[in-house]
Structures are given as structure tokens and as C-alpha cells.
């Protein structure tokens, strides 16, 4: 009865999350919580939002939030804020409150926020180069991106160097108990694709505190890197497909399609050895026009290649080319999401094992809410049996 329980609430958080993630939401105070993030590369346009002790990544300054069904009002004095669906109560929310080291600023004047920000609930979260060879023509760049806008509006800086890293690292972790750390880059050169960048920053960082690092980068051109990497203290690598049909890559990110989906798959079965199964995984953007199958299919064969594939709705991002096209319904989220957490649990790969990244956040997706609901079900169905 217990176990009954516990799948049902997991399926109502999961169900709930993936609503909210499609759908976004409309804040009665937008300045609750810590600050949503807007533009930079990756993910955005969004805000932490915390459901039933789960931390995730909730649209509000896109087109279909501001016309969201979701509302939620203003917080109350416990800090929680009731959630509404078209009026009818569904639950209440809180959010992350805004990070310590913000209020912070290196020797020489930068706001360490420009250096990095917290994401999710406990992840410090920078993009140490901020320019990116991708991003030099609308021919070349991916749709989906906004790394040049954060920069242009001056929230951030082009390069953070590995001391700024290490200083910021430190502040986070002793202020913030920030618990591991993603650094991703936009793409320098052709050749090691930013793997070099990364090895200089996490060693900085490794040196001034004890934080698993996620690494985020194309596949190099040499597989000696991902020693290198990994010597360096980097825990864990992402190197993320996005798109996994080849013409859809190639007319949503002609840049980085350049890169063929099988220079991806011999990186991974290069990587895996390196930094240990589940350790390695790729982010791929669902609502872009990749099937259903074509998702379930390079998630078969990433599993087996002991790879995590971290799916998660595309969110569209204000001034990109793509800022007005859907995100996902959640019908297509779940449908995508529950195999591929059974398909996860039946590989023994799981977010928890992750020691860091986006995979071990889990934010931008419900898929770690999917996999627990994949555990109750399974117990639920032993407790029967
Ligand atoms: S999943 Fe990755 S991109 Fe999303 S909030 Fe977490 S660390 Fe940031």
C-alpha cells in the first residue's frame, strides 16, 4: 500500500513537472526565488522551481508562458507559492532562494555572477568561453542557441580564466554548499573543440576545492583528450548530440552537424573506458522534430554503450531563430521519457550514480522523476507478485 502510494504521488510529481515544463508558467512575482536565467548558451529562458523536494527548470519568459494555463501566485510567508491550473488549485511551489556569492565580486571588480551562476538547486553552472566558432554566421549557427546574447547584454564576460573559476568555485561551495559543478565552452577551434580550455579550468578549480566536475565539449579530435580530461579532475563528460535525425541536424545546426552523429558514437565508446559507465552522457533537445523511435533508438544504443541520454524538452529562447517554435507536449514528453527510464534502469545507469553534470541535476527534464516512478512501479509489481 505504501509502495501504491509513493508510485502514485511519483506519477502526479512527474506528470506535473512535465506540464510545467512544456506549458512554462505565469509568477505573480517574478523576482521570487533566484534570478531566471536569460540567454548564454544552452538551456534558458527559465526559472528553478522546487515541487515536492524535486528542482526544476520551469519556462517563464517565453511566448507560450506568458500564455500558460499554470499560474502561481505570489509567495507566502513560508516562501511557498500556491500553484493554479485555469483557476483550479494543483499544488504549491517554492524556489531556490537567490545564491550568497552573487553579492560578490573578484579583486578587480567582476560580479563573480558574470563568472558563474547556480543552476537547479546546487550546481554551479559557467560557460568558461563565451564566444564560440559556431556562433560567427546566422549560416553556421545553432537555432537554438543564445550564447552571444548574454554577452551582448553584458551578464557575463568572454573568458573566464581558471583563477576566477577556482575563486567563484570556492565562494559557491563555502557560501552556497554547492554540491558539483558544469563547465561547458562554446566551441574555440576545430581541433581539440575546447577540450584544452576545460583541463586548464578544472584543474584550477580541483587545486582550491574539493567539487565533482561535469566537462562539456564536442568530441576533440583526438581521443587522447578525454585522458587528458579526466587527469585533469574532470568527473564526468558531456558531449551532446541535441538532434539526432542527420538533416534535421544539419538545417538546425549546420556548424556543429559537421561533426557526424558516428564521430559522436566512436567519442563515446572511446570515453566511457576513461571516466567509468553512466559517467558519460549527451543532452538531446526533444520538440525539434526527432521522432519518438529516432529518440528510443540512439538511446538503446547510447545505453549500451554505457552513455546517459539526458532528454529534454526544447524551451524556445527569446531572439533566437527559434525563439517561436513549440516546446513539446508533455503527451510526447512521457512518451519519450517513461521507456527511456525503464530503458536506463534495465541498463543500471541513473541520474543518482552521475557524480556530475546535467545528468545528476536533472533540472531541465522530469527524466530522474521518471526513473524513480520506473523503481516504485517495480516494487509496487514485487509487493503484488
Ligand atoms: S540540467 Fe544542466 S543546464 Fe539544466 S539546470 Fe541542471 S546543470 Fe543547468
Redesign the pocket.
Known amino acids: 500500500m505504501q509502495t501504491n502510494q509513493s508510485a502514485a504521488t511519483a506519477q502526479t510529481t512527474a506528470n506535473l513537472i512535465a506540464e510545467l515544463q512544456s506549458f512554462g508558467i505565469r509568477l505573480a512575482d517574478p523576482k521570487a526565488g533566484a534570478a531566471s536565467r536569460r540567454g548564454g548558451a544552452?538551456?534558458s529562458d527559465h526559472k528553478?522551481v522546487t515541487i515536492d523536494g524535486v528542482t526544476v527548470?520551469v519556462p517563464i519568459h517565453t511566448a507560450s508562458a506568458f500564455d500558460s494555463p499554470y499560474s502561481a501566485s505570489a509567495p507566502a510567508a513560508d516562501g511557498t507559492c500556491e500553484v493554479r491550473r485555469d483557476g483550479a488549485a494543483m499544488g504549491r511551489i517554492s524556489f531556490p532562494p537567490q545564491p550568497r556569492f552573487y553579492g560578490l565580486s573578484t579583486a578587480d571588480g567582476v560580479p563573480y555572477s558574470k563568472i558563474a551562476t547556480l543552476?537547479?538547486r546546487d550546481?554551479l553552472?559557467t560557460t568558461i568561453l563565451q564566444t564560440c566558432i559556431r556562433y560567427q554566421s546566422r549560416t553556421k549557427t545553432c537555432q537554438f542557441c543564445a550564447i552571444g546574447q548574454s554577452l551582448a547584454a553584458g551578464r557575463t564576460i568572454a573568458h573566464k580564466t581558471p583563477g576566477q573559476l577556482a575563486e567563484v568555485a570556492r565562494a559557491a561551495v563555502e557560501l552556497d554548499g554547492v554540491k558539483h559543478m558544469?563547465m561547458t565552452t562554446g566551441t574555440p577551434n576545430a581541433t581539440d573543440r575546447g577540450a584544452g580550455v576545460l583541463c586548464d579550468s578544472a584543474a584550477a578549480v580541483k587545486a582550491a576545492v574539493p567539487l565533482p566536475i561535469q566537462g562539456q565539449c564536442e568530441p576533440p579530435d583526438d581521443d587522447v583528450w578525454f585522458t587528458r580530461m579526466r587527469e585533469a579532475g574532470i568527473d564526468s563528460l558531456g558531449m551532446h548530440l541535441e538532434v539526432v535525425t542527420p538533416d534535421l541536424r544539419a538545417r538546425i545546426m549546420p556548424g556543429k552537424a559537421s561533426v557526424p552523429i558516428e564521430r559522436y558514437m566512436t567519442a563515446f565508446e572511446a570515453a566511457v573506458p576513461v571516466f567509468g559507465r553512466g559517467q558519460v552522457s549527451t543532452?538531446i533537445l526533444a520538440g525539434l522534430g526527432d521522432t519518438r523511435e529516432a529518440l528510443l533508438d540512439i538511446s538503446g544504443r547510447l545505453v549500451a554503450l554505457g552513455v546517459y541520454p539526458?532528454i529534454?524538452p526544447f524551451v524556445p529562447i527569446s531572439g533566437t531563430p527559434l525563439e517561436d517554435h513549440p516546446s513539446p507536449s508533455p503527451e510526447f514528453m512521457a512518451s519519450v521519457l517513461g521507456p527511456l527510464a525503464q530503458m536506463l534502469r534495465d541498463g543500471g545507469l541513473s541520474a543518482e550514480k552521475v557524480k556530475a553534470?546535467?545528468?545528476k541535476?536533472?533540472?531541465?527534464?522530469a527524466l530522474s522523476t521518471f526513473e524513480k516512478l520506473a523503481g516504485e512501479k517495480l516494487a509496487a509489481e514485487r509487493e503484488t507478485a
Do not use: L
Not at 541535476?361 to 527534464?365: E, L, R, V
Open positions: 544552452g538551456p528553478a527548470m543552476h537547479g550546481v553552472a558544469v543532452y539526458f529534454v553534470g546535467c545528468a541535476c536533472g533540472a531541465c527534464s
